[in-house]
Structure formats: structure tokens, C-alpha cells
């Protein structure tokens, strides 16, 4: 089964701040924050990582076991698409 590719949207800006992230969603000028998490998911994506892999990625960088941080990747994809913030690559 092929793996979901994200990428971000054209319309945003980021700016890392410590191991926090900022975006700015240009078309409605609505700023968003992410903890340390959160902003390395958006990392890997915008590596044009697979879910699969910036799961491993995580689970090799943080202690946090994987049924509860693939909910929250999950969510956090979820929140980041009702906001036109990433879009399904390809």
C-alpha cells in the first residue's frame, strides 16, 4: 500500500522559534503554533516524507510510545488540512 505524501501549502510561511514553530497562513492571515513535535512533523514533511517514515523518524527522537504518537499525527494532519495549511502531494 503506497504511503501518503504531504507538502505544505504554497500560501504559508514558517519561522522556527527554539524547538517551537510559527505559520502564518497567508491567504487569511491566521497565525498558527506548534510545539516541539508538531514542528518536526512539518519538518520531515516538507522533506517530502511518508507518514510511515516520519513516524520511525519520531519514535527514534522522542520517548513516546508509537499507538499515541500516530493518534497525534493523525490530529495533527487533520488540523493542518481543515486549515489549507498542507495538501495531499502528487
Do not use: C, W
Not at 28 to 45: C, F, K, P, S, W
Not at 48 to 64: A, M, R
Amino acid at each position: 500500500m503506497p504511503q501518503i505524501v504531504f507538502k505544505l501549502s504554497a500560501d504559508i510561511l514558517l519561522q522556527e522559534v527554539a524547538n517551537e514553530m510559527v505559520i502564518l497562513n497567508l491567504a487569511d492571515g491566521q497565525y498558527y503554533g506548534l510545539n516541539e513535535i508538531g514542528a518536526r512533523i512539518v519538518q520531515l514533511m516538507s522533506r517530502g516524507e511518508d507518514i510511515s517514515s516520519i513516524t520511525q523518524n519520531l519514535l527514534g527522537e522522542f520517548d513516546v510510545e508509537q499507538s499515541v504518537l500516530e493518534r497525534d499525527i493523525q490530529d495533527l494532519i487533520e488540523k493542518l488540512q481543515q486549515h489549507a495549511l498542507i495538501e495531499i502531494a502528487g
